[in-house]
């Protein structure tokens, strides 16, 4: 019989940016590095939060896993909930330098590229499945133009045209210790981000077809 290869889901995270000392994102996903979901087995990847390099290290962390799902995360600090990314547009614009000091201004992710690419994960059942297990979660229509969406637009470039895999981006709030230095700033509890993601890839891997339910906004 011929061999099949073990399903694999990327994770990535970045490291802290922005003055910060701590990323939920990574604290989140190396949570979740070798554990199982449905049939698959997850594999967490750092990306760094750097114009570029962010991509390289994604492409690398693509080609040496192979995964059949990939769900890049990043910080939105002051955002109140779990946020799926719609889609990803090709423009860096950066409101600060990122990591190594670069500070792109209007200038695009990839300048052969097209526009935009929308999230090839179900992320309206996700956010359903995410409501449905008492997480407070939402469809977002912007990723920013920080190394979020760098990084996200950089992986459906890589992962356009393919049926083997897909991707998306999902954004999650400041974890308490944080908000605390952002007097006003909503916050969520690591262990119920790291749930969020086991409900959230729970349901991408079995449902590939979205559902069609209200999910826009109005501003």
Not at 32 to 57: K, N, W, Y
Not at 114 to 135: D, N
Not at 143 to 151: D, E, K, L, P, S
Request: a negative charge; glycine letters at 10%; hydrophobic letters at 45%.
């Amino acid at each position: 019989m011929p061999h099949t290869r073990p399903a694999t889901i990327l994770l990535t995270g970045f490291d802290p940016f922005g003055g910060e000392t701590i990323n939920p994102s990574w604290e989140v996903v190396r949570s979740l590095h070798g554990s199982r979901i449905g049939d698959a087995t997850v594999v967490a990847v750092q990306v760094p939060c750097v114009f570029g390099e962010a991509i390289r290290v994604m492409r690398e962390a693509v080609a040496a896993h192979q995964p059949v799902l990939v769900l890049a995360m990043g910080q939105a600090g002051g955002r109140p909930d779990i946020t799926l990314e719609r889609v990803a547009i090709n423009v860096d614009d950066a409101r600060i330098p990122d990591n190594a000091g670069k500070q792109p201004i209007d200038e695009p992710v990839n300048a052969s590229g097209p526009a935009a690419y929308f999230s090839t994960l179900p992320i309206k059942a996700m956010v359903a499945g995410l409501r449905a297990a008492g997480i407070p979660a939402s469809v977002s229509q912007s990723a920013g133009t920080f190394v979020c969406n760098h990084v996200f637009y950089g992986l459906m470039d890589l992962l356009a045209g393919r049926t083997d895999c897909r991707g998306g981006f999902m954004h999650i709030p400041f974890l308490p210790q944080q908000a605390c230095q952002h007097p006003g700033a909503p916050s969520m509890k690591l262990e119920d981000m790291i749930e969020a993601v086991r409900v959230a890839l729970s349901v991408a891997l079995v449902q590939r077809g979205d559902v069609k339910v209200e999910g826009g906004a109005v501003s």
